[in-house]
């Protein structure tokens, strides 16, 4: 099933069941719960982004070839940072290049996000992936100014800027991606490809991060793990190439759907 999360004519935040025509089928109950899919059609009036996260953990350098890129050491566990809940942006909504903590150094990276669908707790790798309600697009945007300068050596500053995680379109439930470590991901920046991989070549798999990040912790449903990035980053191309105000940014991932959103500088 792919879930979508919207708003209504009288301003009602919903989710719905979306339809291979296009149209959309109102779900009643928690979707982390007790729910079903109606047959009344959804006034979706705006999309938002499918989940309003409880919890925003990412993974850094998780695929061999973006590690190299870096010249960064394969990690013997997984690199584990944050971001807080005011980053996440709706599809089609602006990107907002921070001009008060100004950066001219914003990066995109196209990641797919896992949405935890009930609690986990020292859960093994072979259980992982029964803890997941879902997945979606996401972009880890990144100043890479504040990232690596200008945030006394850890990563949350460069990352935690409001609207620097879009996810979307949709939320596709896990039953139809039973191997998320198979999925084409690519970036596309004003119609070039930036980036373009697969997530097999994930250094630490789907349910070896879940495994992880349970140990001796409580993931809640509604957490959503972002898993890491592909090569073709702005900060590692010759010479770099970072977003710009008026730039269009899109990340697609294969069962999933493409996720746009346009680049504007904070007001």
């Not at 959309?24 to 006034?43: C, P, Q, S, Y």
């Amino acid at each position: 099933m792919k879930i979508i999360r919207y708003s209504d004519s009288q301003g009602h935040i919903a989710q719905a069941a979306q339809q291979a025509d296009g149209t959309a089928l109102v779900i009643e109950g928690d979707i982390f719960g007790e729910h079903r899919v109606t047959d009344r059609k959804a006034e979706v009036v705006k999309l938002l982004a499918p989940i309003q996260p409880v919890a925003i953990v990412c993974i850094g350098l998780n695929y061999k070839f973006h590690a190299e890129e870096t010249k960064a050491a394969i990690p013997q566990h997984p690199v584990v940072f944050m971001k807080l809940p005011n980053v996440i942006q709706h599809p089609g909504e602006p990107i907002l290049l921070p001009t008060h903590l100004k950066s001219d150094k914003v990066d995109y990276e196209c990641e797919l996000a896992v949405v935890i669908g009930k609690t986990a707790k020292n859960v093994s790798k072979a259980d992982a992936l029964r803890h997941v309600l879902g997945y979606t697009c996401a972009n880890d945007v990144s100043a890479r100014d504040w990232q690596k300068h200008g945030g006394g050596g850890q990563w949350c500053r460069g990352k935690s800027f409001d609207t620097f995680c879009p996810l979307g379109p949709v939320l596709v439930t896990a039953d139809e991606i039973p191997n998320p470590n198979s999925l084409a991901i690519k970036t596309v920046l004003n119609g070039a490809t930036m980036q373009d991989w697969n997530t097999n070549d994930m250094i630490f798999d789907v349910p070896t991060l879940i495994e992880f990040l349970s140990g001796s912790t409580t993931l809640m449903p509604g957490t959503v793990i972002l898993t890491g990035t592909p090569h073709g980053v702005g900060m590692a191309r010759t010479p770099p190439v970072f977003m710009k105000d008026g730039d269009v940014v899109s990340v697609e991932i294969e069962k999933i759907g493409t996720l746009t959103n346009p680049v504007r500088l904070e007001a």
